[in-house]
């Protein structure tokens, strides 16, 4: 450990308290996507207090902190601001439902304990380039209808976080982005060094359309749009067969609108859903199957069928530990339990960390420090330290091992980074998709 790793450490242990207290208290008051207009002010307020120039409300309620001055790469260190509809959550809100059983203030303590270390003189002296610290909105689901007000007030181009960041340029500056979350593949170590393979995702809304007629006395005047929908789920249910293990399909509809009244035949049922996959080939021909189960449903019963899809996740794709996060984790080894991913590990779940993945490189870790399921009532932060305090310090030391030495590891990076899209292409794909 050379003094100024040193220094790092000291410095996020002497904020320790601070940290934690910011985790406690924005674990007290999740908000939704789009929505985290509390939680984008306190996280503005902490990097503020620590002399930071601070842009605000990006994509709504994104907040953007860098240092800066200094010829190099910059490295960014991403929070998620939102929370998870979560209601039985002890911590739930209880107007909304939302708590943070996603864990997602564990990211946040996590972003401003490093920038407590990293924006310290002593240690920035030493960082040949620029941090950024970039609390993001909307990493979970979206809704609807909060999708089409948004887009309908010109708020957004593309209804999701980090997809609407890389539209407005607000990641154009960043060469590397730093990513945790709290363990999303089981594993009992503190620290898991690197990034498991995760399924790929988009949302969509689902509008049949029938006619309304009374249920008992003229049931033979309507076209009843819970059935046309009901025969699309039937549909959707033979098509699993044709779903490949090795593509981890997932397909989860809810109906959000089923009818008005008992004795009127439906005419309007609203059919929500993600269809999920390992790889975007696969995502996109489910999507098309479920178009089809739907669309061809509806018609056999004289309804129609409006389908809008909405922007969701691109596949995560696998990527081991870099040398500068493995150094960095070894510093810790002697107080935590530190393991690297196991490869071909695939995540059935979804994140947006995953378009990021496609365009620039990322260097991810998860953690422990919690027990219980993410998103279920039982989530719980049972070690502060594990959770909090010892994942900044892994982020502040991986970022001081990419940007001392004239940033060498940094720049080993960022030349052997063979992106999957470009960020144009990317863009494009994104907007094509919810035409």
């Given at each position: 450990m050379d003094p100024y790793e040193k220094k790092i450490i000291?410095?996020?242990?002497?904020?320790?308290?601070?940290i934690i207290s910011f985790a406690r208290d924005v674990a007290k008051?999740?908000?939704?996507?789009?929505?985290?207009?509390?939680?984008?002010?306190?996280?503005?307020?902490?990097?503020?207090?620590l002399g930071l120039p601070v842009k605000f409300g990006i994509a709504v309620t994104g907040v953007k902190a860098e240092t800066s001055g200094k010829r190099g790469p910059t490295v960014g260190i991403i929070g998620e601001l939102d929370g998870i509809r979560c209601p039985a959550h002890p911590q739930a809100v209880p107007d909304t439902g939302i708590s943070h059983a996603c864990g997602h203030n564990a990211q946040m303590a996590i972003m401003l304990g490093a920038a407590i270390a990293l924006s310290d003189e002593s240690v920035s002296d030493r960082l040949f380039g620029n941090v950024a610290f970039l609390a993001i909105p909307a990493e979970e689901h979206v809704d609807s209808e909060v999708c089409d007000s948004l887009l309908e007030q010109g708020k957004l181009s593309i209804p999701s976080g980090k997809a609407e960041w890389v539209y407005l340029g607000e990641l154009d500056d960043v060469d590397i982005a730093i990513t945790t979350h709290v363990?999303?593949?089981?594993?009992?170590?503190?620290?898991?060094?690197?990034?498991?393979?995760?399924?790929?995702?988009?949302?969509?809304?689902?509008?049949?359309?029938?006619?309304?007629?009374?249920?008992?006395?003229?049931?033979?005047?309507?076209?009843?749009?819970?059935?046309?929908?009901?025969?699309g789920l039937s549909a959707l249910g033979m098509l699993r067969e044709t779903f490949r293990e090795k593509d981890f399909v997932r397909v989860h509809p809810i109906i959000k609108k089923g009818g008005t009244a008992v004795n009127v035949v439906p005419d309007e049922v609203i059919i929500e859903t993600m269809v999920r996959a390992g790889n975007i080939e696969a995502m996109l021909e489910t999507d098309r199957k479920v178009d089809t189960a739907f669309t061809c449903s509806a018609a056999a019963l004289g309804a129609s069928c409006e389908i809008k899809n909405y922007i969701g996740k691109l596949p995560v794709i696998e990527t081991p530990p870099c040398r500068a996060l493995s150094d960095a984790a070894r510093i810790l080894s002697d107080k935590a339990d530190i393991s690297d991913i196991?490869?071909?590990?695939?995540?059935?779940?979804?994140?947006?960390?995953?378009?990021?993945?496609?365009?620039?490189?990322?260097i991810n870790f998860s953690h422990g420090g919690f027990e219980g399921a993410l998103h279920s009532a039982d989530f719980k932060i049972c070690d502060e330290y594990k959770a909090y305090i010892l994942p900044a310090k892994l982020a502040a030391l991986t970022v001081y091992n990419l940007l001392k030495d004239n940033a060498e590891n940094a720049d080993e990076l960022i030349k052997?980074?063979?992106?999957?899209?470009?960020?144009?292409?990317?863009?494009?794909?994104?907007?094509?998709?919810?035409?």
């Open positions: 000291d410095l996020i242990d002497e904020n320790a308290d601070r008051s999740g908000e939704a996507s789009f929505f985290e207009f509390e939680t984008a002010r306190k996280v503005k307020e902490f990097l503020e207090s363990h999303m593949v089981p594993s009992n170590s503190d620290l898991l060094l690197g990034n498991n393979a995760s399924t790929g995702t988009i949302g969509k809304k689902i509008t049949i359309h029938g006619k309304a007629a009374h249920a008992a006395a003229a049931p033979h005047l309507a076209v009843n749009a819970l059935n046309a929908a009901s025969l196991a490869p071909n590990v695939q995540n059935a779940a979804s994140t947006d960390v995953g378009d990021l993945t496609h365009i620039m490189p990322v052997s980074f063979k992106p999957k899209l470009s960020r144009a292409d990317y863009i494009k794909y994104a907007i094509d998709l919810t035409k």
